[in-house]
């Protein structure tokens, strides 16, 4: 995916994008320039790779690798589910997983893994000794600063509430 503004999107007169005009664009070379400055953004902005420290750690690499496609060389202990493509429904696979990799006495819920997306969250939770005897909250404010009313949002699937 390539970030464009869109005056470079040429559309038809019912406004769709005219898809076959921007691929000859693409590929006689025209959006060169801007593959090159998004890849220099890119590199300037991304996090350095912060290995694993445990096997725990490593289990839950191999499980964001398997889940979002991209190498394991690409993800670090500390990167982000959702940052590294990760949707709504493959936290749900990766719930699944999860539940089946580990043989923990720590329950694992969705709020866990919204509340610290990462292999080395995860991985925390995932050593756990004990049982996880909180009560359990599932509630996840994502955005806990504001001054207009708080936006709750239901999950059909699973029920957990998420808190805008």
């Given at each position: 995916m390539l970030p464009v503004s869109k005056d470079i999107l040429i559309k038809t007169s019912l406004g769709k994008i005219?898809?076959?005009?921007?691929?000859?664009?693409?590929?006689?070379?025209?959006?060169?320039?801007?593959?090159?400055?998004?890849?220099?953004?890119?590199?300037?902005?991304?996090?350095?790779?912060?290995?694993?420290?445990?096997?725990?750690?490593?289990?839950?690499?191999?499980?964001?690798?398997?889940?979002?496609?991209?190498?394991?060389?690409?993800?670090?202990?500390?990167s982000n589910f959702f940052s590294l493509g990760g949707?709504?429904?493959?936290?749900?696979?990766?719930?699944?997983?999860?539940?089946?990799?580990?043989?923990?006495?720590?329950n694992f819920s969705l709020v866990d893994l919204l509340r610290d997306p990462t292999p080395r969250g995860i991985a925390h939770l995932a050593s756990s000794k004990t049982a996880n005897n909180k009560e359990y909250n599932p509630i996840v404010p994502l955005q806990k600063k504001g001054v207009g009313a708080p936006i709750f949002m239901i999950h059909p699937g699973v029920g957990e509430v998420l808190v805008l």
């Open positions: 005219q898809r076959s005009k921007l691929r000859k664009k693409y590929e006689s070379g025209e959006f060169d320039s801007l593959i090159a400055d998004f890849a220099s953004l890119e590199k300037e902005y991304t996090p350095p790779i912060v290995p694993a420290e445990n096997g725990y750690e490593e289990k839950i690499i191999n499980l964001f690798s398997k889940i979002t496609g991209i190498s394991t060389g690409e993800i670090g202990a500390t949707t709504s429904l493959e936290i749900l696979r990766l719930l699944t997983s999860l539940k089946g990799q580990f043989d923990t006495k720590r």
